[in-house]
């Protein structure tokens, strides 16, 4: 089954510094992979995603890495605001159409 | 703001209750699934519909736990005979099978259980 963890439990940067968190998975099958912010007490919000076909995708401020050769993936944060203060889940499509997550890495903001 | 809504947000209630929760997908959605997190954990998958059927069920869904989605739009998410060990926060999300994979979550609803 898919396993999918975090290296980081948390993370504190300076405002304007770039972020970087990162993930690990097992399943080399996994195609489709997810990143979720979530903020305290609320669900988590899609910020990007990312298929084993691409090794990069970028958003606004954010930039998804993937390394199937080493099963890691990372979320790149240009710019890192205070609003970006929150839990971050990777998260893997298992190959059951349901998605298996990380426990997440806090990312601490200070300004 | 996702579009995906839950009711209610929060529930306290006592050992040995019953308990449903509400979530309403994304209108275009047909794909419904829950999950559950505890405290400092990343949220587990429960089970998911698409349109009405139930097309899987995870290990730690008990047969205390039911889902339905009757019509394929909402559904709801029954907990008999509560115990302790549900204090969580349970989350819904939709997706569109066939165009995209991604899962859009709404609020959660966080249940304790005294």
């Known amino acids: 089954g898919e396993s999918v963890g975090l290296h980081l439990p948390t993370l504190s940067v300076q405002e304007g510094d770039n972020s970087i968190i990162n993930c690990a998975y097992s399943?080399?099958?996994?195609?489709?992979f997810i990143w979720y912010k979530q903020e305290s007490g609320k669900g988590p919000q899609f910020i990007i995603d990312?298929?084993?076909?691409?090794d990069k995708r970028q958003g606004q401020r954010v930039t998804v890495l993937l390394n199937k050769t080493v099963k890691h993936l990372s979320l790149q944060i240009a710019a890192t605001q205070p609003g970006d203060s929150a839990v971050y889940f990777c998260?893997?499509?298992?190959?059951?159409?349901?998605?298996?997550f990380g426990k997440g890495t806090m990312l601490l903001v200070s300004p | 703001d996702t579009g995906v809504s839950q009711d209610p947000r929060h529930k306290i209630t006592k050992r040995g209750q019953n308990v449903t929760f509400r979530c309403d997908p994304i209108?275009?959605?047909?794909?419904l699934y829950w999950y559950r997190q505890t405290l400092g954990q990343g949220p587990e998958f429960l089970t998911y519909?698409?349109?009405?059927?139930?097309?899987?069920k995870s290990r730690l869904l008990s047969d205390r736990f039911s889902a339905e989605r009757p019509k394929g739009s909402f559904s709801t998410l029954e907990i008999q005979r509560t115990e302790q060990g549900d204090s969580a926060m349970y989350l819904c999300?939709?997706?569109?099978?066939?165009?995209?994979?991604?899962?859009?979550f709404g609020p959660g609803t966080r249940l304790l259980v005294l």
């Open positions: 999300a939709s997706g569109q099978f066939g165009t995209q994979e991604t899962q859009y």
């Open positions: 399943n080399s099958a996994s195609d489709y």
């Open positions: 990312i298929r084993s076909n691409m």
């Open positions: 998260a893997g499509d298992s190959g059951y159409s349901t998605l298996t």
């Open positions: 209108s275009e959605h047909n794909r």
């Open positions: 519909f698409q349109n009405e059927a139930q097309l899987e």
